[in-house]
């Protein structure tokens, strides 16, 4: 059964019309239904406002990085643990081929069901999560694979154990070393991306958000409760943070956003995953055009404009 936000009701109900006309045969109310219901996608996604965007980016049936991860690639193979602790599987490791292009992909993964959600620990990644993926990413390197890190978490694990772990250090790490990673590297929020969970795994040649992602350094309802210990301020605490695709682009703090349909990835998981694929080969091969000197000498200078500013 399909999920709908609040102000997806009236396609739902017109939906539900053409279903009933569909039972009934009736091939014209069918037509006209389709026509009204394409003006109302259209009337709806085309004026969101920055809450109704995080309603899309956490929507439980949202694609999460094993289902684009499922449709893109073949002849995957999975690579577990951090070769120090453990294996975390809010971190996911595949290597494996992309249209025929040899790559390495890493993503966080949120788990649907109670079950698959403490899999998961919710998508918020332990330290091992993240030193996996920087082995993930280090064995690319060595092969000569070039890296797509998919991005959905509302933050690190924040639990003593991972502090003992040393999640901050963890993090870190992965900021440094990321940063010098010689090989083709792209990254893309595909839901929630949040905090230094997010940018873990953020630090690449290209950072891309699909429309209806969310890129933030705190939650709006940490935010919300931090500053007016008001939980109904959540709305105006999006509005301020600026996180949606759109403002996040304005504020050049991404490189693009990733034009997924119109009506929603969780609407349609194919045409959002072929998003994905095309623009992954499209910027691969733009990457590979520039020599290796050329290529980390626009990821030195594209890291370092991020929060420059002029009086």
């Known amino acids: 059964m399909a999920t709908y936000l609040d102000f997806e009701l009236k396609i739902k109900s017109i939906q539900d019309e053409i279903i009933s006309a569909e039972v009934r045969r009736d091939e014209k109310a069918v037509e006209i239904l389709n026509k009204d219901l394409k003006k109302e996608v259209s009337k709806t996604y085309s004026n969101l406002s920055p809450y109704q ?3 899309l980016a956490r929507h439980q049936d949202r694609p999460y990085s094993l289902d684009y991860i499922n449709i893109l690639m073949t002849d995957k193979h999975e690579i577990h ?8 599987l809010a971190i996911i490791c ?4 992309i249209a025929g292009e040899r790559v390495m992909v890493i993503g966080e993964q949120k788990g649907r069901g109670t079950k698959n959600k403490l899999k998961r620990n919710f998508g918020m990644p332990h330290p091992e ?16 694979m070039p890296v797509l890190m998919l991005i959905d978490t509302p933050g690190a694990y924040p639990g003593l154990g991972a502090e003992e772990r040393n999640q901050s250090e963890a993090i870190a790490k992965n900021l440094l070393e990321l940063s010098k990673l010689n090989t ?12 230094g969970g997010a940018l873990a795994i953020g630090v690449a040649d290209k950072l891309a958000m699909m429309r ?5 350094v705190i939650s709006p309802e940490g935010c919300s409760a931090i500053l007016w210990n008001d939980p109904t301020k959540v709305e105006a605490a999006t509005s301020s943070l600026k996180i949606t695709s759109s403002d996040l682009k304005e504020l050049n703090l991404i490189d693009d956003v990733i034009d997924e349909p119109l009506i929603g990835a969780h609407r349609d998981k194919s045409g959002a995953a ?14 590979r055009e520039l020599s290796d000197e050329e290529r980390m000498d626009a990821r030195y200078k594209r890291l370092t404009s991020v929060g420059a500013f002029s009086e």
């Open 53 to 55: 965007e995080l309603q």
């Open 81 to 88: 643990g951090d070769r120090h602790f453990g294996d975390d």
């Open 94 to 97: 595949y290597m494996g081929y």
């Open 129 to 144: 999560g993240y030193r996996k993926a920087l082995r993930a990413a280090q064995m690319a390197e060595k092969f000569g």
């Open 184 to 195: 083709p590297t792209i990254s893309i929020v595909i839901g929630e991306g949040g905090s």
């Open 212 to 216: 209806y992602s969310v890129f933030s």
């Open 274 to 287: 072929a998003a994905i694929g095309e623009y992954f080969i499209t910027e691969l091969n733009r990457l």
